[in-house]
């Protein structure tokens, strides 16, 4: 069973074109994460959201916005995408910020033309 | 600030022997480790977790050390197959305190010969 869900799989846009990544979970997780990895590095955090708490990571341009309407769903914004913010998008559930292990979806792969 | 180190290069191994991968950190000892499997083009599946005050920590064909005194975590997969070719990925508390926040290393890549 998908637990943590991520569409589209694969997005392309152009530059400068603004563009949504989404996420959802069904394991009633309160904290949801967003991290950027690119290819053969580790993935970083963007930001995460303890319930309806937003946590922006100190180094997160502010071209990096995120949405999390309700528990399920939670969203990446990228208002104004670079060639170099081609990369692999993954987000993650954990039960609390406390809690050990995180779930990680299947990833959005994002390529700017 | 905490950073992670483990082998960049690739480790090839024959079917059925064990594979050991490494990884290293430079700062205050975390909490806990964590040791992450990643998939080409898929996100990182949890494997196992060792606090720091265990030693080594067991499941099936897997096992995890954690010396705080080396800052050093290593990672065996035992019996290996061809099927356990992939990137794996060290992870571990970014802050002295447990702040819920990873930080990753940027994995090491094991392939698996039959």
């Known amino acids: 069973d998908a637990m943590v869900i991520q569409n589209p799989r694969y997005q392309v846009t152009q530059f400068g074109k603004p563009v949504t990544l989404s996420c959802s979970q069904t394991l009633n997780h309160n904290v949801m994460y967003w991290y950027q990895q690119k290819s053969s590095q580790a993935p970083k955090l963007l930001f995460h959201y303890y319930d309806k708490d937003f946590n922006n990571e100190a180094d997160t341009p502010d071209n990096f916005q995120s949405r999390r309407p309700n528990t399920s769903f939670c969203f990446l914004d990228i208002r104004s995408p670079g060639l170099g913010d081609a990369a692999m998008y993954l987000c993650a559930t954990s039960r609390d910020p406390s809690t050990d292990t995180q779930y990680f979806g299947p990833g959005t792969r994002l390529t700017v033309l | 600030s905490q950073k992670i180190e483990q082998n960049s290069e690739a480790l090839n191994i024959q079917e059925g022997k064990t594979a050991t991968l490494t990884c290293n950190y430079t700062?205050?000892?975390?909490?806990?480790l964590q040791w992450y499997r990643q998939d080409p083009g898929r996100g990182p599946v949890f494997l196992l977790l060792?606090?720091?005050?265990?030693k080594e920590k067991r499941k099936e064909r897997l096992k995890v050390t954690f010396d705080t005194t080396l800052k050093q975590s290593l990672f065996h997969i035992t019996a290996s197959q061809p099927a356990d070719s992939a990137t794996y990925l060290c992870?571990?508390?970014?802050?002295?305190?447990?702040?819920?926040?990873?930080?990753f290393g940027q994995g090491t890549t094991l392939q698996v010969k039959p």
């Open positions: 700062n205050y000892s975390p909490a806990y």
């Open positions: 060792i606090r720091e005050n265990e």
């Open positions: 992870a571990l508390d970014r802050g002295s305190s447990n702040t819920g926040k990873l930080i």
